[in-house]
């Protein structure tokens, strides 16, 4: 008999539905990292969404690698806000700027340039958006990715008009070479206010208004209660504080609307397993006896 033949086209669509991918993004690959073991967590698709599953107490990171050869702006939300203002997130806010092909791992709440508070999964009535009175969006990473606006050309000075008719007579001598230089481009939009650290991402100058403020102290006392928030579903703590160095730089963003917006969910593992995400082979069925009432013979047994 003829051995059937399966198209690999097939085969790999049914080995790519089976695995949980690891990596999502056109123009930047963005991951969720493990930090006590450093694995990447997978993502498991689920109706149009991404999710991972985090671990209580357990420290993560969000990973970018910009793909393109430009930089490009990453403006990244935790559970619905800013993770380097602390507003309630907007597009039109601060982000990390990536060098071409840079990767990085932001690891926590931006506390100065010099530190983080840790991203560590926590009940909902303790993550940091919870206790600051914004608890509606717990339990989602968000990335805007945009591109940055190519630098004005430089236009050349055109030479100075000659004030001697005949080129016999003898040309004076302009200082400092003046008919090749350019003329000095536009200031960028935005100033640089420190040098860029090496090897660092640097945080980008606000592109412009819209975002809300951080919340004030009326509204943190107005924030509901602990034991009327959800317990079972996970946040985003505002951890200790770690050591993470970064700098300020300008960027000129190509559009006002993102290039493209990356979204992962996350949750316990035991909730995505309950709701479905997570799917779990069933429980194989003891085999059936064809004579269940029958009992096997046996001689006396011996005593105790």
Same mark, same amino acid.
């Given at each position: 008999?003829?051995?059937?033949?399966?198209?690999?086209?097939?085969?790999?669509?049914?080995?790519?539905?089976?695995?949980?991918?690891?990596?999502?993004?056109?123009?930047?690959?963005?991951?969720?990292?493990?930090?006590?073991?450093?694995?990447?967590?997978?993502?498991?698709?689920?109706?149009?969404?991404?999710?991972?599953?985090?671990?209580?107490?357990?420290?993560?990171?969000?990973?970018?690698?910009?793909?393109?050869?430009?930089?490009?702006?990453?403006?990244?939300?935790? %559970?619905?806000?800013?993770?380097?203002?602390?507003?309630?997130?907007?597009?039109?806010?601060?982000?990390?700027?990536?060098?071409?092909?840079?990767?990085?791992?932001?690891?926590?709440?931006?506390?100065?340039?010099?530190?983080?508070?840790?991203?560590?999964?926590?009940?909902?009535?303790?993550?940091?958006?919870?206790?600051?009175?914004?608890?509606?969006?717990?339990?989602?990473?968000?990335?805007?990715?945009?591109?940055?606006?190519?630098?004005?050309?430089?236009?050349?000075?055109?030479?100075?008009?000659?004030?001697?008719?005949?080129?016999?007579?003898?040309?004076?001598?302009?200082?400092?070479?003046?008919?090749?230089?350019?003329?000095?481009?536009?200031?960028?939009?935005?100033?640089?206010?420190?040098?860029?650290?090496?090897?660092?991402?640097?945080?980008?100058?606000?592109?412009?208004?819209?975002?809300?403020?951080?919340?004030?102290?009326?509204?943190?006392?107005?924030?509901?209660?602990?034991?009327?928030?959800?317990?079972?579903?996970?946040?985003?703590?505002?951890?200790?504080?770690?050591?993470?160095?970064?700098?300020?730089?300008?960027?000129?963003?190509?559009?006002?609307?993102? %290039?493209?917006?990356?979204?992962?969910?996350?949750?316990?593992?035991?909730?995505?397993?309950?709701?479905?995400?997570?799917?779990?082979?069933?429980?194989?069925?003891?085999?059936?006896?064809?004579?269940?009432?029958?009992?096997?013979?046996?001689?006396?047994? %011996?005593?105790?």
């Amino acid at each position: 008999m003829k051995p059937i033949l399966v198209p690999a086209s097939i085969l790999l669509a049914l080995s790519a539905w089976a695995l949980p991918a690891h990596a999502i993004g056109r123009l930047a690959d963005v991951t969720v990292i493990d930090r006590s073991t450093g694995a990447t967590l997978p993502l498991y698709y689920h109706r149009g969404e991404y999710w991972v599953a985090g671990q209580y107490g357990a420290k993560y990171a969000i990973a970018v690698s910009n793909k393109l050869g430009e930089r490009v702006l990453a403006v990244t939300a935790v %559970d619905g806000v800013n993770v380097l203002s602390g507003e309630t997130a907007a597009w039109n806010q601060t982000g990390y700027v990536f060098s071409p092909w840079q990767h990085y791992q932001m690891t926590g709440w931006r506390k100065s340039t010099r530190e983080v508070a840790a991203f560590e999964f926590s009940a909902l009535g303790e993550s940091y958006a919870g206790r600051t009175g914004r608890p509606a969006n717990v339990g989602v990473i968000g990335v805007a990715l945009f591109r940055e606006r190519p630098p004005e050309p430089v236009v050349q000075a055109p030479p100075p008009p000659s004030p001697y008719s005949s080129r016999n007579e003898r040309q004076p001598e302009w200082p400092g070479n003046l008919r090749s230089m350019p003329i000095p481009a536009a200031p960028p939009e935005f100033s640089s206010r420190q040098p860029q650290v090496e090897d660092e991402s640097a945080l980008a100058d606000r592109a412009g208004g819209g975002g809300q403020a951080p919340a004030s102290a009326e509204r943190l006392a107005k924030r509901p209660p602990a034991d009327v928030l959800s317990q079972s579903r996970l946040g985003t703590g505002h951890g200790a504080r770690e050591s993470s160095v970064a700098s300020h730089t300008s960027f000129s963003r190509m559009q006002a609307l993102p %290039d493209e917006v990356i979204r992962i969910r996350y949750d316990s593992r035991e909730n995505l397993i309950a709701s479905g995400v997570i799917r779990q082979p069933a429980p194989a069925a003891p085999a059936p006896n064809p004579f269940p009432e029958s009992r096997s013979f046996s001689y006396v047994p %011996d005593p105790y």
